[in-house]
């Protein structure tokens, strides 16, 4: 899967409110430095600003209801939800040479705004993975208290988690939870 999918699934899970791992996460105090962390680095230091910020955090909402009706097996629904924000966004692919690079594709106009040029090919990259068999290596980490999403790139595509943090605290309280009952069975049975 390519390196965009990893920056959607960053910037959805570092600016949208919801719960992370076992507590409630309002959203950043600062949604720039937020968006600066989840994309790769500018070479404008002093992109993005607050606005375009704010309006990237603005699609990443919505991009995260796409994964949302993945992980409920809304399948069409998300497919919709993403060829809208597609539309809205003008992804095109586009053959780009800038900054002395060579020419690369790019999923955005060269005239397209410093948000869109992020959300059309974050779109365009959950795109890939929604408009595929890996529709089923995305989700909502499984862990109760925790909202966050994840893609799963592992080879045997079992991950459930958006973290290690949260897997293991599933996995500690299944423990507990057997040590529980184990005791509790050994006191009526002596």
Not at 105 to 111: I, R, Y
Not at 154 to 175: E, H, I, P, Y
Request: hydrophobic share 40%; glycine share 6%.
């Amino acid at each position: 899967m390519s390196d965009v999918v990893g920056h959607v699934v960053r910037l959805i899970n570092d600016v949208t409110p919801g719960e992370r791992h076992g507590r409630d996460f309002p959203g950043p105090a600062d949604v720039a430095a937020a968006v600066r962390g989840a994309v790769p680095p500018e070479r404008a230091s002093d992109r993005p600003t607050e606005e375009e910020a704010a309006e990237l955090a603005g699609w990443a909402a919505r991009l995260r209801q796409v994964v949302e009706l993945v992980d409920v097996g809304d399948v069409d629904g998300a497919c919709l939800a993403l060829n809208t924000v597609m539309r809205e966004t003008e992804a095109v692919p586009t053959l780009s040479r800038h900054d002395g690079e060579p020419w690369h594709l790019h999923f955005h106009s060269a005239e397209a705004e410093w948000a869109v040029s992020w959300a059309a090919p974050m779109a365009t990259a959950l795109a890939t993975v929604v408009g595929t068999a890996s529709v089923e290596r995305l989700g909502i980490c499984n862990a109760s208290g925790c909202d966050r999403v994840y893609v799963d790139i592992s080879r045997n595509g079992t991950r459930r988690f958006c973290s290690t943090a949260c897997q293991n605290r599933v996995k500690a309280a299944a423990f507990r939870a057997r040590r529980t009952d184990s005791a509790a069975r050994d006191r009526q049975h002596p």
